[in-house]
Nanobody
Framework: QVQLVESGGGLVQPGGSLRLSCAAS????????MGWYRQAPGKQRELVAL???????HYVDSVKGRFTISRDNAKNTMFLQMNSLKPEDTAVYYC?????????WGQGIQVTVSS
């Protein structure tokens, strides 16, 4: 069983930065995707950034050039560095791991971009 816990969210002014972390407990093996998703009030959950097991990276167009996804294999942790934040980035952010055995989600963490 895999458990994912996000941290690093909060309130930030427009133009600011935050770094989200997703720490995994339990054994992660045979994974093929790890990613960050977000859900704003009244909107559907959307993929923000994805890293595949082969190291390929994918970003939604709205965050390209501002967000960076990465992972630390030794610490079983995934990160999302978010720079030049905009009010439209306000949402609950979730991390997700896709394994052969199934998909696992974190509980979500709030990111609010406001002056």
């Amino acid at each position: 069983q895999v458990q994912l816990v996000e941290s690093g969210g909060g309130l930030v002014q427009p133009g600011g930065s935050l770094r989200l972390s997703c720490a995994a407990s339990g054994t992660i093996f045979n994974w093929y995707n790890m990613g960050w998703y977000r859900q704003a009030p009244g909107k559907q959950r959307e993929l923000v950034a994805l890293i595949t097991s082969s190291g390929r990276l994918h970003y939604v167009d709205s965050v390209k050039g501002r967000f960076t996804i990465s992972r630390d294999n030794a610490k079983n942790t995934m990160f999302l560095q978010m720079n030049s934040l905009k009010p439209e980035d306000t949402a609950v952010y979730y991390c997700k791991v896709d394994q052969i055995s199934g998909a696992y989600w974190g509980q979500g963490i709030q990111v609010t971009v406001s002056s």
